[in-house]
């Protein structure tokens, strides 16, 4: 009955795959939040929220409730389409950004082949850039539109943070794509295998150099410039409130998830197990990526904020010469087939 | 155009063609966004509006190509035009205070006339692509198979490097240059010619 769906299947099981994704990245977030909030503490030496059911687990049921009926503020001067559209935009770039993550190899389901991917396209990495560089619109816009200094302030600084540092992020994954010789994500994990093949032993320093951006594009501490509390009270999001508010945090922390699965996709070996015997779907991947998530909050407990002219010299006369000298070396390599 | 509305009216109806109209309503749909994002652009008031209304032409124009199974050049679309070039105009246009200009669409000046008919001349020369019909598959070296194999990225890189060589390396040489006059610009003083009566 259904046979003239038989070219279409594709289509149908793209949508459903794009719904799962989408729900399962946006209620990774409170998760997220819980976690952060709870090592932040035990990083500085107290408990973190602990008074909400077990473990302060209801906490982030709370949190997320609050937040949904608390009054949204739009004040009077303010530029309204924008006002409403910019955290729209930081939420739905970050959440097609994460839909070229390959989380699993793919499987047979009733006649169709599954991957376990949003889209795996040839161009996955150039899709990804392509994308984060959208989502500065959210930003600029909710600065601009706010009509305060700070927020405007706070907007220019993170879009010109974020593409500073998103040189440095293209081409230290250009080292990796060289390596490889693809653009597809998919192609890149399964050429990495298990633990002796994870590109990460092979380019030590591009793995940094991506590492350091990344936390930088993604506008965590120590690059959380653009909410430098004490120079601009909260950066772009200053007149938010609301459901509004925390969409942009939404935006950040997904960002975050999206990076930490970049990592794990270009370094790790994605999905691959350390050893071939243990392989188990999506586990290695969720674990590899829980890691980096507390690699990030580790960092942000660690380090203070680095100051704003630093932050630009550090990103063009420092690391972006040494991404370009580290692509130079790796093209080089290739040329000379050595790798 | 005409003859692909009057093959769907006569075409026996069957479930299929849903997905086939779909995806044509789909084209036309980012086709005609992508027209009304750039009357936008010239008919918005406020500067910061009309940079943003080109930001979605751009982006319109990238989902065209992606419709196209063009995904490099869509994905190049958006990194270059809407991601680097649009943000510098936003940077600009957010830096120096955007006022509303007072537009007169109404009153026709001769410049504005000039500029009327060259606009309506190239539309109607664009109407007349109409009358091709269906879109056609690409011809070439570089055929629908070839695409499937090797990813759209690796084709074009293919014939960049060994048809295009001499115009691809005039290009680089072109925007080197361009980067070296930026820096001369940005960063070095003439010094003032001394005269010998001061």
């Excluded at chain 1, 049921?61 to 935009?89: G, M, N, T, Y």
């Excluded at chain 2, 027209?35 to 032409?57: D, E, F, K, N, R």
């Amino acid at each position: 009955m259904f046979d003239w769906l038989d070219p279409y299947w594709f289509l149908i099981i793209g949508s459903v795959k794009a719904v799962i994704i989408a729900v399962a990245v946006m209620s990774a977030v409170p998760a997220l939040v819980w976690l952060e909030r709870r090592l932040l503490g035990r990083f500085q030496v107290r408990l973190g929220p602990n008074r909400v059911g077990p473990l302060g687990l209801g906490q982030l049921i709370a949190d997320s409730i609050k937040l949904l009926f608390k009054e949204s503020i739009v004040q009077s001067s303010a530029d309204k389409f924008l006002f409403h559209l910019a955290p729209a935009i930081v939420v739905f770039t970050s959440i097609v950004t994460f839909s070229v993550i390959p989380f699993g190899t793919s499987y047979e389901l009733g006649g169709e082949t599954v991957g376990l991917w949003g889209a795996n396209t040839n161009i996955g990495l150039l899709l990804f850039l392509a994308m984060s560089s959208m989502g500065i619109y959210g930003i600029v816009m909710a600065g601009f539109s706010s009509n305060n200094k700070y927020s405007l302030m706070g907007g220019l600084r993170s879009s010109a943070q974020m593409i500073s540092y998103e040189l440095t992020l293209g081409l230290a994954a250009l080292a990796v794509v060289i390596m490889t010789g693809s653009l597809n994500l998919a192609e890149i994990v399964n050429q990495q295998g298990n633990i002796a093949g994870w590109n990460i032993w092979y380019q030590p320093l591009t793995f940094l150099l991506f590492f350091v951006a990344g936390i930088a594009e993604t506008n965590r501490a120590p690059f959380d410039l653009p909410e430098a509390e004490q120079e601009l009270v909260a950066g772009f999001f200053t007149e938010y409130s609301g459901m509004k508010f925390s969409m942009f945090f939404m935006g950040e922390y997904i960002n975050m998830i999206t990076m930490s699965a970049l990592v794990t996709v270009l370094f790790l070996g994605g999905w691959h197990a350390p050893v071939d015997f243990l392989d188990v779907p999506i586990i290695w991947f969720v674990g590899k990526v829980f890691f980096l998530l507390c690699v990030f909050i580790w960092i942000r407990a660690t380090f203070p904020r680095i100051r704003y002219d630093r932050l630009m010299a550090f990103g063009w006369k420092f690391l972006l010469p040494l991404s370009l000298g580290n692509m130079l070396i790796y093209g080089t390599l290739k040329a000379l087939s050595i790798i | 155009m005409f003859d692909l509305i009057e093959k769907y009216w006569n075409a026996e109806w069957e479930p299929a063609m849903v997905f086939e109209l779909f995806n044509q309503g789909l084209t036309l749909g980012v086709g005609f966004t992508a027209i009304l994002a750039a009357l936008g652009v010239v008919a918005c008031s406020s500067p910061i509006y009309s940079a943003l209304y080109l930001i979605g032409h751009m982006v319109c124009l990238a989902l065209l190509f992606l419709l196209y199974n063009a995904e490099f050049i869509a994905a190049v679309q958006v990194v270059v035009y809407a991601g680097a070039v649009m943000i510098l105009f936003l940077f600009i246009i957010a830096l120096l205070g955007a006022k509303k200009e007072d537009l007169k669409l109404t009153d026709i000046t001769f410049e504005k006339f000039l500029a009327g008919s060259f606009v309506g001349t190239l539309f109607c020369e664009l109407l007349m692509t109409l009358a091709v019909g269906e879109t056609r598959p690409p011809k070439g070296e570089i055929t629908q198979e070839v695409l499937q194999q090797v990813g759209s990225a690796k084709a074009i890189g293919l014939t960049l490097f060994s048809k295009h060589l001499i115009p691809f390396e005039l290009a680089s040489a072109l925007l080197l240059v361009a980067t070296v006059g930026i820096i001369c610009l940005a960063k070095f003083q003439i010094p003032k010619i001394r005269r010998r009566s001061e």
